[in-house]
């Protein structure tokens, strides 16, 4: 769990927490992403393109059952399948379509709110051939809902970290040659007074390309860019 948190990066971390999940209740495969109520899921990839979970986010998400029950309610759950399939879990098209096929055979999956419209999920999955999970396996991953819950949190934290960092790479084209020269320095720490001395020019004009700088990149301040990881050109 510590490992996890000091990940960089979403993929990072999914990868430090699922080889630990997996350990801690014998799974096959850990799984870990996020639900939208706007009707959206996203699968987050640990050792690369996986074309199950591009499936799963592109068009079957909506019939999993656990997706179902976060659509039905607002409050956090940790449950097995046993608890939603109510038996008839092989005759669904989710399961001849998506389940069978991908070789799974039981799982244990958590979802927890986030925020209004985002929940993280946690999928402890086992293959054909494995037993299913029992109810020490529930209770071990009960307990450590809390801390699955701060990692998924994090998760989401380094999720809209990237997205803003793409965001303002897109729009880095509206800044000017000066502009960009002003920015990449702020990155490097700079402040208004040593890029006035840098590019010797007044610590008023310098202001006044900074106040621009954020303008265009829809960020407040200098503590924003340096967290956004954007990457000014030095021309």
């Not at 799963?56 to 976060?70: C, E, G, I, L, S």
């Not at 303002?168 to 960009?180: H, M, P, V, W």
Request: hydrophobic share 40%; aromatic share 10%.
């Amino acid at each position: 769990m510590a490992a996890a948190a000091l990940a960089a990066t979403p993929e990072d971390l999914s990868a430090r927490f699922s080889a630990a999940a997996r350990v801690l209740l014998g799974s096959d495969r850990v799984y870990v992403g996020f639900y939208r109520r706007d009707i959206t899921s996203l699968t987050i990839d640990d050792a690369g393109p996986d074309r199950w979970n591009r499936d799963y986010d592109a068009r079957v998400y909506r019939q999993d059952p656990f997706f179902q029950r976060f659509a039905s309610t607002r409050r956090d759950f940790l449950l097995p399948l046993s608890a939603l399939s109510q038996g008839d879990f092989e005759r669904t098209p989710y399961y001849r379509e998506f389940y069978g096929p991908s070789g799974s055979f039981d799982e244990i999956t958590g979802v927890f709110n986030l925020d209004g419209l985002t929940a993280g999920y946690v999928t402890f999955l086992r293959r054909d051939g494995a037993p299913r999970f029992c109810e020490h396996d529930l209770a071990v991953a009960g307990a450590a809902c809390s801390a699955t819950k701060l990692i998924l949190q994090r998760l989401l934290h380094l999720c809209r970290l990237r997205d803003k960092a793409s965001a303002i790479e897109a729009t880095g084209s509206q800044l000017s040659a000066r502009e960009r020269q002003i920015a990449r320095l702020l990155i490097e720490g700079g402040s208004a007074k040593t890029i006035s001395r840098n590019l010797s020019i007044s610590p008023g004009t310098v202001r006044n390309h900074i106040k621009q700088v954020y303008r265009k990149l829809g960020v407040h301040s200098q503590v924003e860019l340096l967290a956004a990881g954007w990457k000014a050109s030095p021309n």
